[in-house]
């Protein structure tokens, strides 16, 4: 299925000037000289230098995302990453100090104080926040930042590997996982990882340059390390790093014992004395799960099912999909991952992602329709600041939409046992998933706070951090291979420390659907209301408002765990 931006018909503008193009500088810097010229008198006209600002600001996202979108879709083709970088180094960077004087008029003006504040004193606060931190001697470190972030996909995206007689790429490879053959296992598995292995050097050199630009931003905006200087920038109020940490003991305490239990009962069935890395997805019944056969009906099935939990939803994927605002099918050439984008000025979003017709497949989908819907709930917010919820937030509403739609899986499974089978993996993998998120969130932690490491020291602190909470996969005569482990999670690469918020999502979803079972229809009332938020609430409130705690303790990961496994036992 291949996109187009060119079907949809666009949100007209209210405030912009008319044959404004985006795309050139001159046009764009002439808008924000007429912005930043205004004078706000009175709330009326702050808050229409604010909302006409945000217009602007969301066409010149929109253009950047459409040359996101075009550049991982053929990620081996070079000057689609050139245009993207050129738009982001030419246009969108430098509208940068003209933002920050457009948050210094919304401040600093006494009209500020006869704004309502149930309604905009969270926006002050993300504000104040942005301010503190803009220098302008960071705008280009952090163009050449996403330029080089981009060659993480590109290097990714032109590994294959010979296996059974056809070249395949990582993706395609990982569905052999699956396979009951324990021998094929091994064999896919290992074939995976040495295409990270023999990209080492060039990924090591790559993370060394993205790191030294990260420490001199940090350090250009007088932060000690990257990690503190991350975490104010992310906007985590509700949180702080020692947090985090108590988070990664509670995973370690619970969740860790756990894991170990189910990884037991995986070697009792599969009749192995140990468990290795390429044991650890193959399907305990030897079944594997076949949800589709083609992407109209992977697509088609997720439209029914959205449709099932709320019309407004089925529809909204509908027109998604009747738009070519869809690429899901895995290829050679395409960037890993998926993702969802939203496009303000059509009042939808692009899913892009990189289907192999496994199970994961669905889950992704249903996952990324998830950010569509939220996207589609807070079109209507005028405030762009008020547009972009933190990953806490973005993430509750996609791995929520994961498991309110389990109820209709019956759309892909229609023979019982493979229905059980799929929500007894989705719900053992939203425990499952935790240490690996812990993993990720701890090596960063230790990457830059320990900055002047080597390579070899960086690969020897991932083996150490993993071993942590891991749960009885033995790695003997895999050594080499584990330290390249974390060279296959993107973020690491591409959004340093986005990571912990799918943990602290996960447990808010699983409180969603504990919620659900108990009462559906003022569960989903509550997901819609948060939804309809956007970030113009602080975190906390937010998931109080989806009824819902803002929790990573560990008697609450306790409860959670034991909601799960009383969960699983009516599955058995």
């Known amino acids: 299925m291949i996109f187009t931006d060119k079907k949809l018909d666009k949100i007209p503008f209210k405030y912009l000037s008319p044959g404004l193009d985006i795309t050139s500088w001159e046009d764009v810097k002439a808008e924000l000289e007429k912005l930043t010229a205004m004078i706000p008198v009175n709330p009326e006209t702050l808050l229409t230098i604010m909302e006409h600002a945000s217009e602007l600001s969301k066409a010149l996202v929109d253009e950047l995302s459409w040359r996101y979108i075009r550049m991982t879709l053929n990620a081996d083709k070079e000057e689609l990453a050139n245009a993207y970088n050129e738009f982001n180094a030419n246009v969108f960077a430098p509208c940068e100090p003209y933002r920050f004087r457009l948050q210094q008029i919304f401040y600093n003006s006494p009209a500020r104080k006869d704004l309502p504040k149930d309604k905009y004193e969270h926006l002050e606060k993300i504000i104040a926040n942005e301010i503190e931190l803009f220098r302008e001697e960071n705008i280009p470190l952090k163009v050449q930042e996403q330029e080089l972030a981009t060659l993480y996909g590109a290097a990714v995206s032109k590994m294959s590997a010979l296996f059974e007689g056809e070249e395949r790429t990582p993706a395609q490879l990982s569905v052999f996982l699956k396979d009951p053959d324990r021998t094929k296992r091994e064999q896919a598995w290992l074939l995976l990882t040495n295409c990270y292995k023999d990209k080492q050097a060039e990924l090591d050199k790559l993370f060394d340059d993205l790191k030294a630009l990260r420490m001199q931003i940090a350090a250009n905006t007088g932060f000690d390390n990257y990690r503190d200087y991350m975490h104010q920038s992310m906007g985590r109020f509700s949180y702080s790093p020692e947090d985090i940490y108590k988070f990664h003991d509670a995973v370690e305490k619970v969740v860790v014992p756990f894991c ?277 609430k602080p975190v906390r409130e937010i998931y109080r408002t989806a009824g819902i705690s803002f929790d990573f303790s560990e008697s609450y990961l306790s409860e959670l765990v034991d909601f799960v496994k009383a969960e699983l036992a009516l599955l058995k």
Not at 425 to 431: A, I, R, W
Not at 482 to 500: A, T
Request: glycine share 6%; charged share 25%.
């Open 260 to 536: 170990g239990e189910l990884n037991n009962e995986r070697k009792e069935v599969l009749g192995i004395d140990i468990l290795r890395p390429w044991d650890t997805s193959v399907d305990l019944d030897g079944k594997k799960l076949k949800p589709f056969e083609s992407i109209d009906e992977f697509v088609s099935k997720a439209i029914r099912i959205e449709h099932k939990v709320k019309p407004d939803y089925g529809i909204q994927l509908e027109m998604m999909k009747n738009s070519g605002m869809l690429d899901l099918e895995n290829r050679k050439g395409k960037a890993p991952g998926g993702y969802n984008s939203s496009i303000y000025g059509l009042g939808s979003s692009f899913i892009f992602m990189n289907a192999v017709k496994l199970h994961s497949d669905v889950t992704t989908l249903l996952h990324e329709a998830g950010h569509a819907m939220h996207g589609a709930a807070s079109k209507d917010i005028a405030i762009d600041y008020y547009c972009n919820p933190p990953s806490e937030v973005a993430e509750l509403a996609s791995m929520a939409m994961e498991l309110l739609t389990m109820d209709y899986w019956d759309e892909y499974y229609k023979d019982e046992a493979d229905l059980k089978k799929a929500k007894r993996d989705q719900l053992e993998g939203t425990l499952t998933f935790l240490p690996w998120c812990m993993t990720v969130d701890a090596f960063q932690h230790w990457v830059y706070l320990n900055p002047e490491h080597t390579s070899d020291e960086r690969r020897n602190a991932f083996v150490d951090i993993q071993k942590r909470f891991s749960a009885g996969v033995d790695w003997t005569g895999l050594e080499e291979l584990r330290k390249v482990r974390w060279m296959q999670q993107l973020h690491i690469f591409e959004v340093p420390f986005y990571y912990i918020e799918y943990g602290m999502a996960q447990l808010g979803a699983l409180a969603i659907y504990k919620n659900y079972r108990e009462d559906k229809d003022k569960a989903l009332q509550q997901y819609q209301d948060f939804l309809n938020l956007g970030y113009s």
